[in-house]
Protein backbone atom coordinates (compact mmCIF):
# COMPACT_ATOMS: atom_id res chain seq x y z
CA UNK A 1 0.00 0.00 0.00
CA UNK A 2 2.87 2.29 0.26
CA UNK A 3 3.72 2.76 -3.02
CA UNK A 4 0.31 3.61 -3.86
CA UNK A 5 0.07 6.17 -0.93
CA UNK A 6 1.86 9.51 -0.47
CA UNK A 7 3.57 10.93 2.66
CA UNK A 8 1.78 13.15 4.79
CA UNK A 9 2.71 16.30 6.86
CA UNK A 10 3.03 17.11 10.35
CA UNK A 11 1.55 20.09 12.28
CA UNK A 12 4.45 22.60 13.15
CA UNK A 13 2.71 24.13 16.49
CA UNK A 14 5.48 26.57 17.05
CA UNK A 15 4.51 27.95 13.45
CA UNK A 16 0.77 28.45 14.00
CA UNK A 17 -1.55 30.11 16.29
CA UNK A 18 -4.57 28.88 14.97
CA UNK A 19 -7.15 26.35 16.37
CA UNK A 20 -8.00 22.94 15.20
CA UNK A 21 -10.70 20.06 15.54
CA UNK A 22 -8.82 17.56 16.87
CA UNK A 23 -9.35 13.80 15.47
CA UNK A 24 -8.45 11.48 18.53
CA UNK A 25 -8.52 8.09 18.62
CA UNK A 26 -12.25 7.63 20.21
CA UNK A 27 -13.58 10.44 17.42
CA UNK A 28 -14.56 7.81 15.12
CA UNK A 29 -16.91 5.45 15.19
CA UNK A 30 -16.86 1.62 15.43
CA UNK A 31 -20.45 1.65 14.39
CA UNK A 32 -20.35 4.11 11.10
CA UNK A 33 -16.93 4.71 10.48
CA UNK A 34 -17.71 8.59 10.94
CA UNK A 35 -15.88 11.61 13.33
CA UNK A 36 -18.56 12.01 15.94
CA UNK A 37 -17.12 13.91 18.11
CA UNK A 38 -13.82 16.05 17.89
CA UNK A 39 -12.10 18.74 20.49
CA UNK A 40 -11.09 22.25 19.68
CA UNK A 41 -7.31 22.47 20.74
CA UNK A 42 -4.89 25.22 20.14
CA UNK A 43 -0.53 25.05 20.10
CA UNK A 44 -1.34 26.01 23.91
CA UNK A 45 -3.76 22.95 25.39
CA UNK A 46 -2.46 20.44 22.01
CA UNK A 47 -1.71 16.79 23.55
CA UNK A 48 1.40 15.68 22.22
CA UNK A 49 -0.26 13.10 20.17
CA UNK A 50 -2.38 15.51 18.03
CA UNK A 51 0.63 15.72 15.22
CA UNK A 52 -0.77 14.67 11.95
CA UNK A 53 -2.25 17.14 9.43
CA UNK A 54 -5.47 14.92 7.06
CA UNK A 55 -6.92 16.51 3.94
CA UNK A 56 -10.01 15.84 2.62
CA UNK A 57 -10.08 11.55 1.18
CA UNK A 58 -7.72 10.95 3.20
CA UNK A 59 -8.16 7.39 4.97
CA UNK A 60 -7.37 7.59 8.72
CA UNK A 61 -7.00 3.94 10.82
CA UNK A 62 -6.29 3.62 14.62
CA UNK A 63 -2.85 1.79 15.18
CA UNK A 64 -3.72 1.39 18.42
CA UNK A 65 -5.94 -1.76 19.31
CA UNK A 66 -6.25 -2.06 15.26
CA UNK A 67 -8.16 -5.14 14.92
CA UNK A 68 -11.33 -2.93 16.36
CA UNK A 69 -11.27 -1.29 12.85
CA UNK A 70 -11.39 2.52 13.67
CA UNK A 71 -11.23 3.90 10.50
CA UNK A 72 -12.75 7.30 8.28
CA UNK A 73 -12.61 8.69 5.32
CA UNK A 74 -12.37 12.67 5.69
CA UNK A 75 -14.56 14.56 4.19
CA UNK A 76 -14.70 18.44 3.56
CA UNK A 77 -15.43 19.53 6.81
CA UNK A 78 -12.25 17.52 8.64
CA UNK A 79 -10.18 18.80 5.84
CA UNK A 80 -7.22 21.22 7.25
CA UNK A 81 -7.76 19.40 10.94
CA UNK A 82 -4.92 17.42 13.04
CA UNK A 83 -5.42 13.60 14.04
CA UNK A 84 -3.90 11.77 16.41
CA UNK A 85 -0.37 10.40 16.26
CA UNK A 86 -2.62 6.99 16.74
CA UNK A 87 -4.03 6.94 13.51
CA UNK A 88 -2.25 6.02 10.34
CA UNK A 89 -3.02 8.51 7.78
CA UNK A 90 -3.04 7.03 3.91
CA UNK A 91 -3.23 9.73 1.05
CA UNK A 92 -3.96 8.02 -2.31
CA UNK A 93 -1.89 8.58 -4.97
CA UNK A 94 -5.16 9.08 -7.00
CA UNK A 95 -3.99 8.75 -10.47
CA UNK A 96 -2.99 4.95 -9.62
CA UNK A 97 -5.51 4.65 -6.85
CA UNK A 98 -8.93 5.77 -5.33
CA UNK A 99 -8.74 6.75 -1.69
CA UNK A 100 -12.54 4.76 -1.75
CA UNK A 101 -10.45 1.87 -2.76
CA UNK A 102 -8.16 1.84 0.44
CA UNK A 103 -10.92 2.70 2.35
CA UNK A 104 -12.58 -0.56 1.46
CA UNK A 105 -9.69 -2.70 1.01
CA UNK A 106 -9.13 -2.06 5.15
CA UNK A 107 -12.29 -2.20 6.08
CA UNK A 108 -11.92 -5.62 4.99
CA UNK A 109 -11.49 -8.96 6.87
CA UNK A 110 -8.38 -10.17 5.01
CA UNK A 111 -7.06 -6.76 6.13
CA UNK A 112 -8.23 -7.13 9.92
CA UNK A 113 -6.13 -10.64 9.60
CA UNK A 114 -3.48 -9.08 8.23
CA UNK A 115 -3.43 -6.92 11.27
CA UNK A 116 -3.85 -9.69 13.47
CA UNK A 117 -0.73 -10.97 12.54
CA UNK A 118 1.45 -7.96 12.47
CA UNK A 119 0.66 -6.10 15.32
CA UNK A 120 2.52 -6.33 19.08
CA UNK A 121 1.88 -5.99 22.74
CA UNK A 122 -0.58 -7.57 24.99
CA UNK A 123 -2.67 -4.60 26.95
CA UNK A 124 -2.53 -2.44 24.02
CA UNK A 125 -1.74 -3.91 20.72
CA UNK A 126 -0.43 -2.12 17.82
CA UNK A 127 0.59 -1.77 14.57
CA UNK A 128 2.96 0.68 12.97
CA UNK A 129 2.18 2.80 9.97
CA UNK A 130 5.57 0.89 8.24
CA UNK A 131 3.59 -2.21 8.51
CA UNK A 132 0.26 -1.11 7.69
CA UNK A 133 1.52 0.35 4.74
CA UNK A 134 3.50 -2.83 4.09
CA UNK A 135 -0.28 -4.68 2.78
CA UNK A 136 -0.61 -5.98 0.05
CA UNK A 137 -3.73 -4.53 -1.52
CA UNK A 138 -5.33 -5.36 -4.96
CA UNK A 139 -4.82 -2.52 -7.40
CA UNK A 140 -7.06 -3.08 -10.63
CA UNK A 141 -6.98 -0.39 -13.05
CA UNK A 142 -9.23 2.71 -12.16
CA UNK A 143 -12.32 2.33 -13.84
CA UNK A 144 -12.44 -1.16 -11.97
CA UNK A 145 -11.54 0.28 -8.84
CA UNK A 146 -15.05 3.14 -10.30
CA UNK A 147 -17.19 0.31 -10.72
CA UNK A 148 -16.45 -1.43 -7.38
CA UNK A 149 -16.38 1.19 -5.77
CA UNK A 150 -19.80 2.16 -6.56
CA UNK A 151 -21.09 -1.32 -6.21
CA UNK A 152 -19.79 -1.24 -2.08
CA UNK A 153 -21.20 1.93 -2.09
CA UNK A 154 -24.65 0.83 -2.66
CA UNK A 155 -24.39 -2.19 -0.30
CA UNK A 156 -22.96 0.62 2.06
CA UNK A 157 -26.43 3.07 1.53
CA UNK A 158 -28.45 0.08 1.50
CA UNK A 159 -26.78 -1.78 5.34
CA UNK A 160 -27.08 2.16 6.43
CA UNK A 161 -30.45 3.05 5.87
CA UNK A 162 -31.92 -0.39 6.83
CA UNK A 163 -29.67 -0.18 10.55
CA UNK A 164 -31.08 3.21 10.62
CA UNK A 165 -34.92 2.79 9.54
CA UNK A 166 -34.82 -0.68 12.17
CA UNK A 167 -35.34 0.77 15.37
CA UNK A 168 -37.85 2.81 13.91
CA UNK A 169 -40.24 -0.14 12.23
CA UNK A 170 -39.35 -1.59 15.38
CA UNK A 171 -41.41 0.87 17.40
CA UNK A 172 -44.18 0.91 15.32
CA UNK A 173 -44.40 -3.31 15.34
CA UNK A 174 -44.29 -3.07 18.99
CA UNK A 175 -47.06 -0.25 18.74
CA UNK A 176 -48.94 -2.25 16.42
CA UNK A 177 -48.53 -5.90 19.12
CA UNK A 178 -49.72 -3.22 21.37
CA UNK A 179 -52.88 -2.09 19.96
CA UNK A 180 -53.75 -5.52 19.06
CA UNK A 181 -53.01 -6.63 22.50
CA UNK A 182 -55.15 -4.89 24.11
CA UNK A 183 -57.99 -4.81 21.79
CA UNK A 184 -57.78 -8.82 22.02
CA UNK A 185 -57.57 -8.34 25.42
CA UNK A 186 -60.24 -5.99 26.63
CA UNK A 187 -63.33 -7.65 26.71
CA UNK A 188 -66.86 -5.85 27.35
CA UNK A 189 -67.42 -5.18 30.89
CA UNK A 190 -70.42 -7.60 32.29
CA UNK A 191 -72.74 -5.71 33.72
CA UNK A 192 -72.86 -6.57 37.13
CA UNK A 193 -76.26 -7.06 38.49
CA UNK A 194 -79.01 -8.47 40.66
CA UNK A 195 -79.53 -12.51 38.27
Known sequence: MGEVTLPTNNIRWSDTDHSYRYIDLTSVSRENNLIT?????T????PSRAQKLVEKDD????????????????????AGEVASTGYCV????????LPKWIYYCISSI???IYVQENQSGSAYPAISDAKVKEFKLPIPPLAEQERIVAILDKFDALTSSISEGLPREIELRQKQYEYYRELLLSFPK????PT
Open 110 to 112: EFK
Open 43 to 46: ARNA
Open 59 to 78: VIFATTRPTQQRLCLINDEY
Open 190 to 193: AEVG
Open 90 to 97: LRAKVDEI
Open 37 to 41: ETSKI
